[in-house]
């Protein structure tokens, strides 16, 4: 009984150090505009790393910067975690820019890896220019919410102050220099192994990292982000409307086809999730509604191509100011809006087009479509007679004398009677 007893119990020992052994650290990767879909990505990826008791969430940093409710979301979440987070600016050319730096600075350990940088945290309004006084309370608020993250994590409060105020830019040796960050490491493995033993404050405390022959698990966004991610950027939202559009046109002139309305309706769904991460101006999207309008209009009424004219410029003018922002990564690209904008002046001047060319089109069915056709009088006519026209004979009448047998054309359709010429 008693040596069972110690075979058990060293059993579970080995158990015991088996699990210390297998400590491993969550590795994800975020790169791009800091958005709601970065700021859902951070915060299940927190979440799961508590849940799994991992040693340590590592966020491989590479952002731009981008929107100020998103980055605020991700520095919370950050504080309030139960587990470190480690920021990593990397990989080499990666850079820490604006949203970026509130991310890196409240971090509980900042790194960097050589060839990086960090800075330019000045705040633009993504929606076009502030007036003065918006613009400074802007940037107190900015300035005094990263110098409270700064002296939280023991940082340099005054260069992160001067990155909001003056937009300050630094390598990643002058922030280690500075005080900026904790660590410069050339990648993760040698960032694991400087890691070990530190000591830093989490949301239940002190905790000592051991990340020392850790495993590294990396956690990648899954297709649903992925998706979301696309459909954020400008270009892609922008298609996404005109998408929508072209298939609700298609559905209204010809119902019943089901699948463009179908279509349609998905894009514009999309399209309006994507605005409400993006700096949407509403005066050029209503220009591109109203070009939209003037192209339609251009079937019902003759124009002479001035309405397909205006619907061009109002559309050209709407998609460059659909998305008014200073900051490059919120606004379209000419050589998205230039090609957008051709393809459906050239769709909407088609179906002009069709729809002329139908109504020219001369009838080929009902008494309309008999006017025209070469017959034969099958019996001499004047007043009265018989025509055999179109494979059948018909009661006709002429304003001129004509003999049986002679070639005859119609001239028009009266009470199912045909009159007809030589």
Request: proline share 4%.
């Given at each position: ?53 991992a040693d340590a969430l590592v966020i491989e940093l590479d952002t731009p910067g981008g929107l100020d409710t998103s980055m605020r979301s991700i520095v919370k979440k950050i504080i309030s975690s ?131 022959g850790v495993s590294l698990v990396r956690r990648e966004t899954d297709f649903r982000h992925e998706i979301l991610d696309l459909i954020s950027n400008p270009n892609v939202a922008y298609l996404l ?182």
């Amino acid at each position: 009984m008693k040596k069972t007893f110690l075979l058990i119990s060293a059993f579970l020992f080995s158990l015991f150090l088996i699990g210390l052994s297998e400590a491993d650290v969550t590795v994800i990767t975020v790169e791009g505009i800091v958005n709601p879909v970065m700021s859902e990505f951070i915060s299940k990826s927190i979440d799961s790393a508590e849940k799994e008791k991992a040693d340590a969430l590592v966020i491989e940093l590479d952002t731009p910067g981008g929107l100020d409710t998103s980055m605020r979301s991700i520095v919370k979440k950050i504080i309030s975690s139960e587990v470190p987070v480690v920021v990593y600016v990397s990989p080499s050319g990666a850079r820490a820019a604006s949203a970026g730096v509130f991310i890196t600075i409240a971090a509980h350990v900042a790194a960097m890896a050589p060839g990086t940088n960090i800075g330019a945290a000045h705040p633009v309004g993504v929606g076009g220019k502030m007036d003065k006084t918006m613009a400074d309370k802007a940037v107190n608020d900015a300035a005094a919410y990263i110098k409270s993250l700064a002296e939280k994590r023991q940082r340099n409060a005054e260069w992160a102050e001067q990155a909001v105020r003056e937009s300050v830019s630094i390598t990643e040796q002058e922030a280690l220099k500075l005080n900026v960050i904790d660590i410069v490491s050339p990648d993760i493995v040698s960032l694991m192994e400087t890691l070990d033993g530190r000591e830093v404050d989490t949301s239940l405390g002190k905790q000592t990292m051991n990340t020392k022959g850790v495993s590294l698990v990396r956690r990648e966004t899954d297709f649903r982000h992925e998706i979301l991610d696309l459909i954020s950027n400008p270009n892609v939202a922008y298609l996404l409307m005109l998408l929508g559009f072209y298939g609700i046109f298609f559905e209204l002139t010809n119902p019943g086809a089901i699948f463009p309305g179908v279509l349609g309706t998905l894009s514009l769904i999309l399209a309006l999730y994507s605005f409400q991460t993006l700096p949407v101006n509403y005066a050029g999207l209503l220009l591109i509604v109203l070009a939209i309008v003037l192209f339609i209009l251009e079937i019902k009424v003759t124009s002479f191509g001035m309405l397909t004219i205006g619907g061009l410029f109002s559309m050209t003018i709407g998609s460059i100011m659909l998305f008014d922002s200073p900051l490059p990564f919120f606004r379209l690209s000419l050589k998205v809006i230039l090609p957008a904008v051709g393809l459906t002046t050239l769709f909407f001047s088609l179906t002009v087009f069709l729809v002329v060319k139908a109504f020219r089109r001369k009838p080929v069915t009902g008494t309309e479509g008999l006017v025209g056709l070469k017959g034969k009088a099958k019996t001499d006519i004047h007043e009265e007679g018989q025509v055999f026209v179109h494979g059948e004979i018909w009661q006709a009448w002429s304003d001129e004398p004509l003999k049986a047998g002679e070639k005859v054309t119609v001239e028009k359709v009266e009470n199912l009677k045909l009159k007809v010429h030589r």
